[in-house]
Structure formats: structure tokens, C-alpha cells
């Protein structure tokens, strides 16, 4: 039954992992109420969404990059830990994170 429960929930991250990639690809000819409608489906996967919006953040420029960081501020208190590690791991997005972190704590 695990195995069962395990390939479902899996099914799911890839399903999810999917429709955040037509998101942001998306994004690139978007005006801005297109680009405020694909961010507000983007926080709408909540913390799910969190893994994938650290990789935009660390492998994309521009408008994707700006997404990502802006969909893990309005997503919260779920990204901290996420950015914590960012930061400890990777010294080149380290302020990115910080920054972050401090607009989610209200700090800035």
C-alpha cells in the first residue's frame, strides 16, 4: 500500500513541477494583468510550490526571477527554512535569501 501512496504522491510533485513550468514559461510574453494572474496561481500551490520557486530564483534572470522571489514572499512563513538553506549553501544568493527572508519577517 505505501508503494501505492508513494508513486501517487510522486505522480503529484511531477504534476505540480509541470504546471509551474507552463507558468513561468508563460511569463516571458505576459503584460502586466497576465503576469499578476500567472503569480497568483503560482502562490496559489503554497508551500508545494516552494522546492521549484528556489530553483527559479537560482537559475533564472529577469521577470522569472522576480516571480519567484515574489511568490515565496507572499507564500510566507513556509519559505524561510527553504532560503535558510539557500543561504548557507549557496554564498552567491545569500543576500537574495536574506532579502527575502526579511521581506517575509516584515524586518526590512
Known amino acids: 500500500m505505501q508503494a501505492v501512496l508513494a508513486k501517487g504522491a510522486l505522480r503529484e510533485i511531477k504534476n505540480i513541477k509541470g504546471s509551474l513550468r507552463a507558468l513561468f514559461e508563460n511569463l516571458e510574453n505576459a503584460d502586466n494583468n ?3 494572474e500567472i503569480e497568483n496561481s503560482i502562490v ?5 510550490a516552494i522546492d521549484f520557486l528556489i530553483d527559479k530564483l537560482t537559475g533564472s534572470k529577469g521577470i522569472q526571477r522576480g516571480v519567484a522571489a515574489m511568490s515565496l514572499i507572499r507564500i510566507g512563513e513556509g519559505s524561510i527554512n527553504s532560503l535558510k538553506q539557500l543561504a548557507e549553501t549557496d554564498k552567491n544568493y545569500s543576500w537574495v535569501a536574506d532579502y527575502i527572508i526579511k521581506e517575509i519577517e516584515g524586518t526590512f
Open 34 to 36: 497576465k503576469k499578476s
Open 44 to 48: 496559489s500551490y503554497g508551500e508545494s
